[in-house]
């Protein structure tokens, strides 16, 4: 009886011992088990709970695109040399959002600002870099956006994105334009245009956005906090008498060092010294609308918020947030001084969430079919609108001239500079509507209290 009771004992505790070891290998993974789910949490290592994931995410996977002179595709099409590499980055960057991804300690896969190499013109391509360094850069970068899932280092989620939104965020032509390995050409990772961003290391960027108290805890007020501090860029500039005035590519060694574009995101968050006729000039540059949609859209996506930068139908640029279902009404909003409040005693200034809008008032702003002299009154209303509703710097200083002009309200600056933005109104409607909302009043008030014209 003894001898069958011990058994029977033995027998339930490996029993007991068996059916917990898969949660104990879930515990320890270091990866967030509510992310990973049920199933993979019970894989032995992080690269089986990774692939488990993926075949559990198809989006995702499908959304990996990657290309290099080996072939490629998405990750079920990836060469087990690239998932390797992956794997390396990708477990360096969880070590380091586990450890509390603080200080400049971050891992750094490749050096910036990238130096891509210059070649001889050809249709359609512009600066690249070279296949062994392209590697490292996209590896990386989608490394991380999968390290950050799946530790659960922001509180928002991959999981549920639209493929759409998920190809803004994980496919390489997010960092480069194409892969080319023909065409008479050196093999390697291209740029197209003047327009990309040079991406820095995602440790870099998370760094920089928590330093700077970007990262809130949702996608909304974190974009809205990165509109806030992109407020202190500079668009650039052609300097009057200079002899490269018509080209950009000259103009942008100026502003970024040699090399660009691709503009380095670094070098937007650092600032650089301005080396041009007027020069120099310290300062953080932009390449105006379509450089800044660039910019956030590659800083946002080391922390997985993808970003779409739309081109209307005029030319110009608006950064749209679309898993937060908001945009702006132009790349250049946050530095326009339309939208410029500064603080004073008694008087409020915007909150960062109020210089976005919806998608769907952008829709309405920009509609299908829209001439281009629509599209351009359109063009960085948000701003306006605030100036109207705080008394921005910009309507306080045209209050000024028209108060010391003795100009009428219907003839003066402000309704010049107003009324274009509403086509759709005549001028006394448009002044009716600023009537009711006592904007000159307000502006008498506020010029009177600061002692604004006093200044100008």
């Known amino acids: 009886m003894r001898t069958g009771f011990r058994a029977g004992l033995c027998a339930l505790l490996l029993g007991l011992l068996l059916a917990a070891a898969p949660a104990e290998a879930a515990y320890s993974l270091p990866l967030s088990q509510a992310r990973l789910g049920a199933v993979c949490a019970t894989k032995p290592n992080t690269e089986q709970a990774v692939a488990c994931w993926l075949q559990q995410h198809p989006d995702v996977a499908n959304a990996m695109i990657f290309y290099d002179s080996t072939g490629g595709g998405p990750w079920s099409r990836w060469k087990p040399q690239r998932r390797t590499q992956f794997f390396a980055y990708f477990n360096q960057m969880v070590k380091w959002y586990n450890a509390g991804a603080v200080g400049g300690q971050y891992p750094s896969p490749f050096d910036f600002p990238i130096q891509p190499e210059p070649l001889p013109p050809a249709p359609g391509l512009g600066y690249m870099y070279r296949d062994s360094l392209g590697r490292v850069v996209y590896l990386s970068l989608v490394a991380n956006n999968l390290a950050a899932e799946l530790t ?9 994105y639209a493929p759409a939104e998920l190809t803004l965020l994980l496919n390489m032509g ?85 090399n660009s574009p691709p503009i380095p995101a670094s070098t937007i968050i650092r600032g650089t010294t301005y080396g041009g006729p007027s020069g120099p000039t310290k300062g953080r540059f932009t390449r105006g609308c379509s450089g800044t949609g660039e910019f956030m859209k590659s800083v946002l996506q080391a922390v997985n918020i993808p970003v779409k930068v739309r081109f209307l139908n005029c030319q110009h640029v608006v ?18 001084w339309a939208g410029r409040v500064t603080p004073f005693p008694g008087f409020p200034t915007p909150e960062p969430e109020e210089r976005l809008i919806s998608i769907a008032d ?25 100036g109207i509703n705080y008394l921005s710097d910009m309507l306080m200083t045209l209050y000024c001239q028209d108060r010391a002009a003795v100009t009428s309200r219907a003839a003066g600056l402000i309704m010049k500079y107003l009324s274009p933005h509403w086509p759709e109104l005549t001028p006394a409607e448009v002044q009716q509507m600023l009537e009711q909302t006592l904007l000159w009043d307000r502006l008498e008030l506020k010029v009177t209290a600061t002692n604004f014209c006093g200044g100008q």
């Open 152 to 160: 659960a280092a922001f509180p928002w989620s991959i999981a549920n």
């Open 174 to 258: 997010n960092v480069f334009a194409n892969y080319v390995d023909s065409q008479g050409t050196p093999a390697g990772f291209y740029f197209v245009g003047d327009t990309h961003t040079s991406p820095a290391t995602a440790g870099y960027v998370v760094a920089f956005l928590k330093k700077s108290h970007v990262l809130a805890g949702n996608q909304a007020a974190t974009i809205a906090r990165l509109v806030e501090w992109s407020s202190r860029l500079r668009h650039y500039w052609f300097d009057e008498g200079d002899p490269n005035r018509t080209n950009f590519y000259a103009v942008a060694e100026y502003f970024w060092g040699p």
């Open 319 to 336: 950064p749209v947030f679309p898993t937060a279902g908001l945009a702006l009404t132009h790349g250049d909003d946050p530095y326009d």
């Open 362 to 386: 952008l829709a309405t702003l920009f509609p299908a079919g829209q001439s281009l002299e629509a599209c351009e009154q359109k063009t960085g209303l948000q701003p306006i609108i605030l």
